[in-house]
């Protein structure tokens, strides 16, 4: 054996991360047209790059609901530059990369990770899907089938989260912005072809509406790539003529969310599951109008969403797992028929969305309903100090290189810039300190008293 007080010989020499003040900085530039790019380098050999789009649901009221559904489906199919999707993912592979897409009611996300080393050809791989999609019939048809299982799927599935929190949107902002369907309806398949999704990228996929963000990379090389692939070389929609016809009657919607309130109810045979052995649920989801992430109350609700927390029932038990939040302690450990219940809360950038997830046994409907609106009314009780320890929580998030990412350009795609963790820290302190979550809670709590005006 080699002796432990002595380097090992033909070894090369480990290069150890350090603490750089230019790794703790986010990089903002805007480019020619307007185009936004943002970076923070960190230590390793993989990055993380994509483009944030001010693009989603909310946006489709003068389109037949599916949009952004179709899109989802369609990203990362063939291109100008890659007639064959394939070449595509050949490529990609080469750099050890993987690369995704997410559709959300007010954001689109093309993203990729893979060695800083095929930078390069990573950006211009998104510049090709993002700008320059083909968009042929024969992937539009894949896509229509793929939407039309997914739709026949949805209410056979054990989780029900994803027709949940569209119909909890749908009643709290009924038929405008937010309220719109993030799903294709089966009434919408057939009207969404090649013409209109080429008019609605035309008119949504522009420089002023995205963010290119990076995690992991060089800011310079990172404009440099963003320069020749997104700002020198065209939209496809801009150089080839014929792909749609334009309407002036359709344009961006601006509309500011307009709060309703209200009730969605679904009415659902049981499952093909439930004959596996799997219990037969029923759902709710109970919500209230939030505050927008640019309120000055936002960090105290998103404190006051984590305070609340909860998950499934199988977690809830047993001393060591810490599961502290207020939905186990208080609602999971104490009722043996809750299967689960979890707090969501939904910022935008001009409204949000606090609600609570629950399921049991259907002949317990009632007290469900009964147990989760009076957890939510006690929060005007009082907050103990241990329920606001929450900075670790924020930071060990942030050591994920994706959402690193994801926040960086969301941030930056909302504000033009990005505060630090620091900031935040800072600002849970201060909510505390100063007594604005409690002035929060009570508000929620009084306002659910008001709605639901429990004994």
Same mark, same amino acid.
């Given at each position: 054996?080699?002796? #432990? ?50 693009? !989603? ?32 993912? &050949?490529?990609?592979?080469?750099? !050890?990369?993987?690369? +995704? ?19 390069? +050809? ?24 793929? =939407? ?6 949805? &209410? @056979? ?7 949940? @929190?569209? #119909? ?84 961006? +919607?601006? %509309? ?25 649920? %029923?759902?709710? *989801? ?14 105290? =609700?998103?404190?006051?969403?984590? #305070? ?29 028929? *809750? ?28 007290? #469900? ?9 006690? @929060? ?12 670790? *929580? ?21 504000? !033009? ?33 008001? *709605?639901?005006?429990?004994?």
């Amino acid at each position: 054996m080699p002796p #432990m007080d002595k380097p090992v010989l033909g070894l090369p020499k480990p290069i150890y991360a350090s603490l750089k003040k230019e790794h703790q900085t986010t990089q903002v530039t805007v480019l020619s047209n307007g185009l936004r790019v943002a970076s923070e380098d960190r230590f390793g050999e993989f990055c993380t790059v994509g483009v944030v789009i001010d693009s !989603g649901s909310r946006y489709e009221v003068a389109y037949p609901s599916g949009i952004s559904h179709f899109l989802e489906k369609l990203a990362f199919n063939s291109t100008q530059y890659y007639p064959d999707k394939d070449e595509m993912f &050949n490529k990609l592979e080469k750099h !050890g990369g993987i690369c +995704d897409s997410q559709a959300s009611r007010d954001t689109f996300i093309y993203a990729a990770s893979a060695y800083k080393s095929g930078l390069n +050809d990573v950006i211009h791989l998104l510049a090709e899907a993002t700008l320059r999609p083909q968009i042929t019939p024969s992937e539009i048809d894949g896509a229509r089938q793929a =939407i039309s299982f997914e739709l026949e799927t949805l &209410n @056979m599935r054990p989780e029900q989260e994803t027709l949940l @929190m569209d #119909m909890i949107h749908a009643a709290a902002y009924r038929d405008n912005t937010l309220g719109l369907s993030k799903l294709c309806s089966k009434k919408n398949l057939n009207k969404i072809d090649r013409e209109l999704l080429f008019t609605y990228l035309s008119q949504h996929y522009t420089p002023e509406r995205m963010v290119v963000a990076g995690v992991g990379v060089e800011h310079n090389k990172l404009c440099e790539a963003v320069q020749k692939y997104f700002v020198d070389k065209k939209p496809v929609w801009e150089t080839e003529r014929g792909l749609f016809t334009p309407n002036k009657n359709v344009s961006v +919607d601006d %509309s500011i969310a307009q709060y309703t309130g209200g009730f969605v109810q679904e009415e659902c045979d049981i499952p093909q599951f439930a004959s596996a052995g799997l219990p037969v649920l %029923s759902h709710i *989801m109970i919500g209230l109008e939030g505050c927008s992430h640019q309120d000055p109350d936002f960090i105290a =609700i998103c404190v006051l969403n984590m #305070m609340l927390g909860g998950g499934g029932s199988f977690s809830a038990g047993g001393p060591g797992k810490g599961m502290y939040t207020r939905l186990y302690t208080k609602v999971l450990n104490r009722y043996h028929w *809750m299967y689960s219940a979890t707090a969501y809360n939904h910022a935008y950038a001009d409204t949000g969305l606090l609600c609570i997830h629950a399921s049991a046994p259907p002949n317990h409907v009632k007290e #469900m309903v009964e147990v989760v609106v009076k957890e939510m009314v006690n @929060m005007a009780g009082a907050v103990n100090g241990q329920e606001l320890r929450l900075q670790s *929580m924020l930071l060990m998030n942030l050591e994920s290189r994706p959402v690193v990412f994801e926040d960086i350009g969301r941030q930056v795609l909302a504000t !033009g810039h990005r505060k630090r963790p620091q900031h935040f820290i800072s600002e849970i302190d201060y909510s505390v300190h100063n007594q604005q979550l409690q002035h929060e809670v009570i508000y929620v709590g009084c306002h659910l008293w008001s *709605m639901f005006k429990l004994d």
